[in-house]
């Protein structure tokens, strides 16, 4: 059974890793260094991305072959 191919791909997939990673190490660091709440804004990025990132796993760990029930 092959697996299915995901809807990012493997470079979109490094970018959002890369974007993810970055959005979540400045949501702490301006938090602590504004005084303001605008970090929330890196914060919902970060789950944005997040939120991305599962979706095209488990579009990859479909097989190939499921048909979606939409």
Do not use: E, N, Y
Not at 41 to 55: D, E, G, R, Y
Request: aromatic residues 6%.
């Amino acid at each position: 059974m092959h697996q299915g191919s995901g809807i990012l791909s493997t470079r979109q997939r490094r970018l959002a890793w890369l974007g993810f990673l970055l959005a979540a190490l400045q949501a702490p660091l301006s938090a602590k260094l504004v005084s303001d709440d605008s970090w929330l804004f890196s914060l919902c990025v970060a789950l944005m991305v997040a939120t991305v990132i599962i979706a095209d796993d488990a579009a990859r760990r479909r097989p190939a072959d499921a048909r979606s029930t939409d």
